[in-house]
């Protein structure tokens, strides 16, 4: 299966800000849509932004208006650009292809980058 590399986590305070980048050499990434995750210690992974082969994304509820996704199909990289964190949103953050996750057929995770928000 494909590999996806997560880095741009890190420690920051409640009201800073991240960019997190996945990026992948397999085929296929500029058809995909794809999505960023993330897994609190305790919880089930969760999906908190997707984004379309064209370009056009979609947030959970807890995020709209302080994440922005986004996407280089010619590098094959996508970003999360987290503003405004809180404490919340504490967790490791993951890309996958969200359409073969929601089909169960994605299985690859790679080692995510972990996200650690202070208050």
């Known amino acids: 299966q494909v590999q996806f590399e997560e880095s741009g986590g890190g420690l920051v305070q409640a009201g800073g800000s991240l960019r997190l980048s996945c990026a992948t050499f397999g085929p296929f990434f500029s058809i995909r849509t794809m999505g960023w995750y993330r897994q609190a210690p305790g919880k089930q992974r969760e999906l908190v932004a997707n984004?379309?082969?064209?370009?056009?994304?979609n947030y959970v509820d807890s995020v709209k208006g302080r994440f922005t996704i986004s996407r280089d199909n010619a590098k094959k990289t996508m970003y999360l650009e987290m503003n405004n964190l809180s404490p919340e949103d504490t967790a490791v953050y993951y890309c996958?292809?969200?359409?073969?996750?929601?089909?169960?057929?994605?299985?690859?995770w790679g080692p995510g980058t972990q996200v650690t928000v202070s208050s």
């Open positions: 996958a292809p969200s359409e073969l996750v929601v089909r169960g057929l994605f299985s690859n």
């Open positions: 984004i379309t082969s064209g370009g056009d994304p």
